[in-house]
């Protein structure tokens, strides 16, 4: 018997390989679907790589320029998601090594918080500013692993397709990950890793 997150898995694949169809047709209606369907899913892998709207930005609508130029590219090897993830993914990884230095996001503790309520507001900020500061330790491929691994609720084989290396590397990654954020991590929050 499958799964009923399975069976939203299929056709999450089954619709976003549709809106495609229509991409390759020249419905730019497709596209605009297939752009409200990935933006915040890629805006959110890419601002945990980065930290840097404007490149965030950047790369996301060249990442979609992609698919709309080049439909005919992703041949259905992997799923579409994993086919724009792995686009994104370079494209960030590019876009770093052209910038000379880094830009930090410096109202990024400013924000507000979008947890449930008030009462909750001041643990859910300690606790993303550590993970934030935890993850910053990491190397770009690692937190790409890890955001992929629990954002994204991706597999390795995926990931390992999206960053262009062995299965084995990205486990690699992910068990060191965890422990290195969990050293950084105090008291409590370390017992989460």
């Known amino acids: 018997m499958v799964s009923q997150a ?74 579409l998601s994993t086919w724009l993830f792995a686009i994104a993914y370079r494209k960030v990884m590019k876009g770093l090594r052209r910038q000379d230095e880094a830009v930090e996001d410096k109202d990024e503790d400013q924000r507000a918080s979008e947890a449930p309520g008030p009462e909750d507001d001041a643990r859910h900020q300690r606790l993303s500013r550590l993970l934030m500061e935890a993850l910053e330790q990491l190397s770009p491929a690692h937190r790409a692993v890890v955001d992929l691994t629990y954002f994204h609720d991706l597999g390795y084989q995926e990931i390992a397709t999206i960053m262009e290396c062995p299965v084995d590397t990205v486990k690699t990654r992910m068990f060191y990950a965890p422990r290195h954020l969990k050293r950084h991590l105090a008291g409590e929050f370390a017992d989460w890793l």
Not at 15 to 22: I, P, R, S, T, Y
Not at 33 to 43: D, F, N
């Open 6 to 79: 399975r069976k939203g898995s299929v056709a999450g694949a089954s619709a976003d390989l549709e809106l495609l169809e229509g991409v390759r047709a020249g419905d730019r209606a497709a596209f605009e679907a297939l752009y409200k369907l990935y933006h915040p899913r890629l805006t959110r892998f890419l601002m945990n790589l980065v930290h840097r709207p404007a490149l965030v930005e950047e790369v996301l609508n060249d990442t979609m320029m992609v698919v709309w130029e080049r439909p005919y590219s992703f041949h259905g090897a992997s799923k």
